[in-house]
Each structure stands twice: as C-alpha cells, then as structure tokens.
C-alpha cells in the first residue's frame, strides 16, 4: 500500500520546496524505501513548454517527451527515479481533462463543479499506479505555489480530502516555510511561520513537520518556540538552514531525524532498512564542496544567463562532472549579446578553459555566439555545443570555412537562401506552438572511432531531445568535406544528432540535452569528456604566462554556513 507525503510551500516562494521534496526521497531511498515524486502546479498552462524560460525556469523533458516543471529534474537528480508525463500535472491540464470529460458527456447531465470534479481529477492523478505490484512505498507529491494563493486551493482541498480518506497513518503533511533574520533586531523571526501554519490550518491541514527555511541552523529554544506556536511537535520542526551545495540537505534533514519521523509516522518500519546508507551520495559531496584538484573556468554563453534557473540542468551536470573529476568549478555566465566583435569576444573568453553553447529560440544573440564559436574553434579552446549550440556551430563553420554566404537557420531568417538549419519535416505544416517539438529520449548511433563513440564508451546511446530545426542533409557532404565530422546520426530518421571536429582538440556538439540526464552519481558522458579536456586545456596553459597571472582558485566556503556568533538566534 503506497503511502503519501505531501509537501506545501509557505510566507514566500523559491525556498526551495523541489529540493526539499527530492531530498526527502533522497532519504527514503537511502532508507531502501521504493519512492516516486509528483509535481502539482497550480497555473493555468497545460504544461510549461510553452513559457519562457524568464518566467518559469528551464523546462525539463522526460524520456517519455512531456515538457515538465524543473523540480523534476531534481527528483531525478537526487533520487533513482525516471520521470514521465504522469509525475507533473497542471492546474490546466487538470480542467482540460475536466472540460474534455464534460463535453464527452462522461459526467452524465451533472453540473461540474470544483468540488467533487476538479478534486477528484487531482485526487486521480495523485492516486495513479498507486496500486499493483509496480507501486511505490512512498509517493511524495509536492504542490506548488505558496498557501495564501488562490489557483492552489482546489490541490490542497484534494490533499485534505486524502487524509480524511486514507488516514493519518497513511499521508504526512510537511510545510516548508521561512523564518527571516531580521538584522537591525539581530534576530530570526518565526511570526511568518506561524500565520502561515494558521493559514494552512484554515483550510483544514495540520502539518506533520515543518521545515523552517533559515539563514542559520534553529537553536532548540526556537524550535520550541515554533513547536508552541504551531502546535507541531518540537522533534517535528526542523532547520532548513542554507548550505553551500544543494546536495547536503539529505543530510541535514538525516542529522535531525526527519526520515526516522516519517517512517515511525507512516508506519513503515516494517519495509524500511534500520540504517540510511548516504556513504557514496557524501563521498561525492565532499568532491562539491572540497575539491582537491584544480580550478577550471567554463564559460556558457547563452541569452537567458540572468536567470540562472534557466540552465539549471546545466549548472546541475557540470558540478556532477567537476566533482567526479574532483576539480574546483568557476561557472562564467556570459550574455551572448555582449560578444559584439573579435575584440570583445577575446577579451571576455580570455580566461575560459571551455565555452559552453547551451539550448536557446530566437534570434537575439546568435550572432554573439557564433563569434563565441569562432573563438573556440580557431583557439582551440574545448566547445561543447548543446542543441542551438550545434545548429550554430554549423552555421558558423559554413560561414567561415565553407564560405556559404548567407547562410543561416530558417528559424532566425526565415527565407534565408542557405538554411543550413531548417524545420523537422514532420513539423512543416505544423503551427501550434505547444508539445509539438520533437521531444523526449531517441536512440543516437556513433561512428566508430569518433571521440563520441570515445566519451559515450558505446555506439548507441539515448538522449532526451526538445527541438523544432535540425541540421538540412542537403549541405552536409560540403561541410563534411571541409572538415566537419558528423559523428551522431538518429538510427531511425538519419537526423544529425552529433558533429566533432577532429582537427581541433576537443570540440563536440550534439542536438539533444545531456545535462538532462546527469545525476550526481551518474554524471553525463558528455559533460564529463567536456570537463575533463577543459582541465587538460587548463594544464597546458599553465606554461604560458596568462595562466600563471590567474588569481588562485578561491577558498571554497566551509560546509555549514554558521551564525555570527554577535547575533541572537532568538526572539526576545
Ligand atoms: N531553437 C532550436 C530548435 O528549436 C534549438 C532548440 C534548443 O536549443 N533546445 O531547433
């Protein structure tokens, strides 16, 4: 019989409830406890695949090609899970399913209403392969958004439902909320807490736990105080303090005995391993947070690099590569608009030992990662092209080296003469703009002997795509024969999956996304070949000047981040 914990968001958002959810599953993994994670959205798009990335992040794609939440890529990052379309719903793509039912007819002359029908769509998609043989021990199922708002009423209404329902002993509640040093008082506040618990309360839910998001660890004396409050047990509140790498907070939720309390709550004692084995999930860590090796500087030119929750896959997979490697990581974000000439592009990608072209739509500042790509290429510094960082790539070489004069990707210029890079054939005539990439895992055949086929230690692999252009086949023998390797091709359709260039020392594109499944005791293939040749790039270097004048890689921060001792971590 599966069990359920349900996770809610409280006071503000982005305090990190996806990775506290991916840690609690961390956790009951560590605990040999069978898990899968549910994300519930409350906005009304169907899915996110259709919003930029400025306004939700990245948008992390399945093997099974659904365009989900980028906590998903957390759940899959930090437990053994493999998520698919049924692991996210919308609030949209929950009243689609209603509306469609109602115009079938399914709902047999009644008036729809939010409770009992749009409920129980949530309650359906929570409950999904809950049952059987395949069921998971434990469904955690995170809701999004922060109580107080309105879109996220009809979730937690389900959720309150589905304790009544199923009972105490078979869903936990926890809260995750924020408890803001306030530095002119010199003191964590908990007044945010408390409303915000009494706000859940209003609408019949009492947490179980609460996970106070803080700068500094809680004494015990807050914890109590919180406890009181709230009424939720002091053994019940625990800090979510903030730490230097993402991957400790297993960890810190351990320490405190968080996976103990839901395994005595749920009762599941009997299924679960008396001792968390998190040995080879610290060993890397250590490698995050004190690496002994060198630094190396990468640097990823894209358009979105303000919002850095717009790479996270990719932020994500390089640190997994890094710390395999157990080398220090200096990530350089470099706005592509910025790279208007030679110059600048010198001057600005001067320190890196390897660029990074990561996905990206549109236009605006193709032109700056092409000369990006130049530089690269005729500095020998190591590319790795990711998806529009292969479609440029091309165009760049057919420029340069091809002189193919006006040539570019119909999605910058539409009628360009040259369209190296054209639209999918099968997306042609298609003009809706939602799920209709060509998205999800596709096998990729290597070429043997290629550096591809070297990394991937394999010649047929599986990668996760989200693209609507692809390399034009027509202009492929000229750019072969210029020098371009084209080392990955779709088994299927013959789409050009991979190109490296074997006069260069490490320069490799594909047109999947990589980062999308790297774990932290799984990097990426790619990334780590990428990290690897950027270190070997670096060594190289060293002999010469400009590298010797490069400030020593900085102190890394200690592991817990501690209290000022000055400040009182208490309210008066
Ligand atoms: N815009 C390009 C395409 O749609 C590349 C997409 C991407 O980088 N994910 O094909």
Known sequence: ???????????????????????????????GLRIDVRKLDPYLNVDPGTMSPFQHGECFVTNDGAETDLDLGHYERFTSTHMTRANNWTAGRIYLSVIE???????LGKTIQTIPHVTDEIKAAILADTTGPSAPDVMIVEIGGTIGDIESLPFLEAIRQMRLELGPQQTFFVHLSYVPYIASAGELKTKPTQASVRDLRNIGITPDALLCRANWPLSPDLRSKISL?????????????????????????????????????LQLQGQAATVTDLDTWQEALHRIEQPTGDQIQIAIVGKYVELKDSYKSLTEALIHSAAASNLHLDIDWVEAEHLTNDHVTLQRLGPADGILVPGGFGSRGTEGIMNAIAYARELNTPYLGICYGLQLACIEFARTICEIENCNSSEIEANTPNPIICKLQDLINVEQLGGTMRLGAYPCRLTPGSLAAQIYNSLEISERHRHRYEFNPAYKEKLAAAGLRFTGVSPDTGLIEMIELPSHPWFVACQFHPELKSRLLQPSPLFNGFVQAAHKHYNERLSTQEAKQRPAPSPQPPPVVEAPPQIALQES
């Open 1 to 31: 019989m599966t069990k359920f914990i349900f996770i809610t968001g409280g006071v503000v958002s982005s305090l990190g409830k996806g990775v506290a959810s991916a840690s609690i599953g961390c956790l009951l993994e560590a605990r």
């Open 229 to 265: 409050f709230t009424n939720v047990p002091s053994n019940a509140v625990f800090s979510a303090q903030d730490v230097p790498s993402i991957y400790r907070i297993p960890l810190i939720f351990k320490d405190q005995g968080l996976d103990q309390l839901i395994i005595d709550n």
């Open 101 to 107: 039912k109602e115009r079938r007819g399914d709902y």
